[in-house]
């Protein structure tokens, strides 16, 4: 997540999706520090994966609102091809040692369509919880209704979003294009 007040946007970030180039990017013109989710407090209440409805209660209590088209802050996020992302989600739970024991892949998968998969991770692991709920129940409102005003996919290159945002900056605010950083080593083990 990255919230710029001064030119009212925020960018929500869904685990796997781009998101921590996307974080690099508008590093420079980040208003909040985003802390890790087991370490918000009141006066840090902001987290790298946090939901949108989450964001909106935050900000609400701050009296600003969420969402362009309703007078508060524009509120943009990517997304990944499913499959892709789910496959990357997996190869991370296998790295973090943190983490704890990681089934293999089919019979992860498996867990996921029968809605086992949250009995993995810890609480705290909100980058695991919240990477396995489907991208448009992240971005959603408890009505199910989409809390974001602009969404790009990442198949479709980060240019699109990168230029949006610069236009609604200073010029020379977001120099060059999107880095391109926490690449996973290999290929889709699905």
Known sequence: ?????????????????GSESVRALLDPVSEEPVVRFPEITPERPF??????????AVLGAR????????GGYLCVATVRNPWERLACLWRMMRR??????CPPFDDWVAML?????GALGRPEQKW??????????F???????LMTDRVWRIEDGMEPLRA????????????GPVPHVNRAPGAADW
């Open 1 to 17: 997540m990255r919230i710029s007040h001064r030119r009212r946007f925020v960018y929500v970030s869904i685990p796997k999706t």
């Open 47 to 56: 987290y790298s994966h946090m939901r949108p409805l989450e964001l909106a």
């Open 63 to 70: 009296g600003i609102g969420l969402g362009e088209g309703t």
């Open 96 to 101: 973090d040692r943190a983490f704890g024991a």
């Open 113 to 117: 369509a029968d809605g086992q998969a």
């Open 128 to 137: 695991y919880h919240h990477g396995i709920l489907p991208q448009a129940v």
């Open 139 to 145: 971005l959603a409102d408890a009505q199910g209704r």
């Open 164 to 175: 949006t945002l610069a236009a609604r900056l200073s010029p020379g605010a977001l120099p």
